[in-house]
């Protein structure tokens, strides 16, 4: 689901990897459909490698999002401008036990903004996650 989908530092938005080249690696951002190179200079973060604090360990990005969707039926999370309080208490109530002390509001709203902008171009495919649990019985149109 998260494979291939960058963060890039200096850049607003996702991308998504299309090519390799011997000194960079070239995207496409999801927003613009804009191809750009991005070199080994670059701060890139593979979403697939992202895992937000928890007190019992790490939980992946892909789990996160899980939680947020099944919170919101499949639509889309509250605005990652919203306050500060509000991202809290929020975030608190899809995944209970994440570490406070270690993950920012400013995480959050990155959180909250990866996550609207992949529903809202409909990438968000929870089917392909091998050993979930399935604990709901309810399936997102």
């Given amino acids: 689901m998260l494979k291939g989908i960058l963060a890039i530092s200096g850049h607003s938005g996702l991308f998504k990897m299309v090519a390799e080249s011997k000194n960079s690696i070239i995207v496409e951002s999801l927003d613009t459909k804009k191809r750009i190179p991005v070199y080994s200079t670059a701060k890139v973060s593979a979403l697939e490698d992202i895992a937000i604090y928890t007190y019992e360990g790490d939980i992946p990005?892909?789990?996160?999002?899980?939680?947020?969707?099944?919170?919101?039926?499949?639509?889309?999370?509250?605005?990652?401008?919203?306050?500060?309080?509000?991202?809290?208490?929020?975030?608190?109530?899809?995944?209970?036990?994440?570490?406070?002390?270690?993950?920012?509001?400013?995480?959050?709203?990155?959180?909250?903004?990866?996550?609207?902008?992949?529903?809202?171009?409909?990438?968000?495919?929870?089917?392909?996650?091998?050993?979930?649990?399935?604990?709901?019985?309810?399936?997102?149109d």
């Fill in 61 to 140: 990005l892909k789990d996160v999002f899980k939680s947020i969707s099944d919170s919101e039926n499949g639509g889309a999370a509250i605005s990652p401008k919203s306050s500060g309080n509000e991202l809290k208490a929020y975030f608190e109530k899809v995944l209970p036990d994440y570490d406070q002390e270690r993950v920012y509001v400013s995480d959050i709203k990155k959180v909250l903004l990866w996550y609207n902008a992949l529903q809202e171009k409909d990438m968000l495919d929870f089917s392909e996650t091998e050993d979930e649990e399935t604990t709901s019985e309810e399936t997102a």
